[in-house]
């Protein structure tokens, strides 16, 4: 995924590129008109024994030069040639600076590189987007046909969450009943199992005050606070409310 360039840095980064790109007009064009201008002055000068473009951009020195190139010091017979640096290498270097300049500003200053940083944040955010659908996904996927009953910690701490934000306050802080019935023992009066109270919780009994919660609460999350409720059982909290309903049928609930 790339950022997608802005007008106002597209234009910025033309307006450099014109820039450079005019200097070396300039530049050429100022180099070759000294050179017209050196011969007319020096007509002499033409007379020198012209050198190859491969020759000026090696600078090599050939043999018979050596003579001059030898430096004032030797050491066991050892001369050294004091020769420049090829022109093929300053290229390159002077080369990386201007690199260097020219990646600075559109990195850094105009702001549109994409630096390491910008990417990982760009990447951690569609990462992010795609996890958040998967989970969306995966909790819409959950009904009261196919729900399961979880028993991990994790699932059960929310499902916990969820309860005391929502549900203590009608079926009290341990699930003791208050308005609401009873949460702890064995009778329901709708069902118990996992399917019976998923359904309970998602539809509610509007005639008796349980509110439906499914468009509070993802089913995923109802399936944890179910989960949950289904833990309290045999619990024995203080002040509980008598039960209500009929006696749960172990075998036949699923
Ligand atoms: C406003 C009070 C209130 C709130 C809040 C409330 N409930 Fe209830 N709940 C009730 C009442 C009243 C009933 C009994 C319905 C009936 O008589 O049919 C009930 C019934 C239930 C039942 C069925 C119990 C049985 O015996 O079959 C379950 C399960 C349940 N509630 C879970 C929850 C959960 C989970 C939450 C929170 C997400 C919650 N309730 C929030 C009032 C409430």
Same mark, same amino acid.
């Given at each position: ?16 590129? +014109? ?5 070396? !007009? ?31 951009? +090696?600078?090599?020195?050939?043999? *018979? ?44 200053? *105009? ?9 990982? !944040? ?32 994790? *699932? ?12 203590? *306050? ?79 049928? +172990?075998?036949?609930?699923?």
């Amino acid at each position: 995924m790339t950022k997608p360039i802005e007008s106002q840095e597209l234009m910025l980064l033309l307006l450099l590129i +014109t820039v450079i790109l005019g200097s070396l !007009t300039l530049l050429f064009i100022t180099l070759q008109l000294y050179g017209t201008l050196q011969k007319l002055i020096n007509p002499a000068q033409e007379s020198k024994p012209t050198r190859s473009r491969w020759e000026r951009f +090696t600078d090599l020195k050939p043999l *018979a030069l050596e003579k001059d190139l030898q430096m004032a010091h030797a050491y066991d017979n050892i001369i050294e040639l004091n020769n420049a640096t090829p022109p093929w290498f300053m290229f390159l270097f002077y080369g990386t600076i201007g690199f260097g300049i020219i990646y600075g500003v559109v990195y850094h200053v *105009a702001g549109n590189g994409q630096i390491m940083l910008n990417e990982y !944040t760009q990447e951690a955010a569609v990462a992010d987007k795609v996890r958040e659908e998967y989970l969306t996904k995966a909790a819409n996927a959950i009904n009261e046909n196919n729900v399961l009953a979880l028993n991990d910690v994790a *699932a059960l701490t929310e499902g916990q969450k969820v309860f005391t934000q929502n549900c203590a *306050a009608c079926h009290g802080q341990k699930g003791e009943g208050g308005v609401g019935p009873n949460l702890t023992d064995n009778y329901w009066l709708h069902g118990g199992g996992i399917k019976n109270v998923f359904h309970i919780v998602s539809e509610g009994v509007a005639e008796k005050g349980m509110i439906s919660w499914k468009k509070s609460l993802n089913p995923m999350q109802i399936q944890k606070v179910s989960s949950f409720i289904l833990t309290l059982k045999g619990t024995n909290p203080p002040n509980a409310k008598a039960p209500q309903g009929t006696l749960e049928n +172990t075998l036949a609930v699923k």
